[in-house]
């Protein structure tokens, strides 16, 4: 198994079939939805309106979640795909509902196997995929976010 290691010491790693042994802590697919919902009115992101939407693409059926909040950039995408990364903190007094860095995680993978992540932010456009099907696929070991981001930095302005 390919581990990188800090100083020998191994680090330990996640199993794809994590994303969902995790995604059983829902017993309903309602909490699943919860976490999104939390994640859009959370103060960190600050949504004014939150759309649901179900589709269908290549003849699958898909649910889509929209938020008018802050986006993500390269960094907090990577995060948003990784597991117990959250440094929410109360503004204006509203408090954080989110704690643990797992919600999106356990909820997007109890609701389907496959998660896309599409943001427009202030600095950045992204997206970031989280998918069972595609780790299958390619036989994964461990779990890889396949993250796309276009920066606008202070000397690339026109890049975007
Ligand atoms: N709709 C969203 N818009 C912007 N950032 C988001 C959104 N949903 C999640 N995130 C980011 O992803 C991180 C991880 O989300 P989550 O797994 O639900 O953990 P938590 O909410 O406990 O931090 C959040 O801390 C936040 O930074
Ligand atoms: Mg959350």
Redesign the pocket.
């Known amino acids: 198994m390919a581990t990188q290691a800090d100083r020998g010491v191994p680090l330990s790693t996640l199993c794809p079939k994590f994303l969902h042994t995790n995604s059983t802590s829902h017993t309903w697919p309602f909490s699943a939805i919860a ?1 999104l919902i ?3 009115y ?1 103060p ?2 600050s949504a004014k309106q939150f759309w649901i939407d179900k589709t269908v693409v290549q003849g699958q059926e898909c649910l889509s979640f929209m ?1 008018n ?4 950039d390269h960094e ?1 995408m990577h ?2 795909l990784s597991f117990g ?2 440094d ?1 903190v109360a503004v204006n007094g509203l408090e954080p509902i ?8 356990s909820g997007s993978m109890r609701l389907g196997k496959d998660a896309i992540v599409f ?1 427009k932010s202030k600095s950045a456009r992204c997206v970031g995929m989280l998918s069972q099907t595609y780790l299958e696929e390619i036989d994964a070991k461990q779990i890889i976010v396949p993250i796309v981001c276009f920066e606008q930095g202070e000397k690339d302005k026109n890049i975007l």
Not at 69 to 72: F, P, Q, S
């Open positions: 976490e939390d994640n859009a959370d960190d992101v938020d909040g802050n986006g993500l907090t995060k948003m990364y959250s929410k989110g704690i643990y860095g797992n919600g999106f995680k943001s």
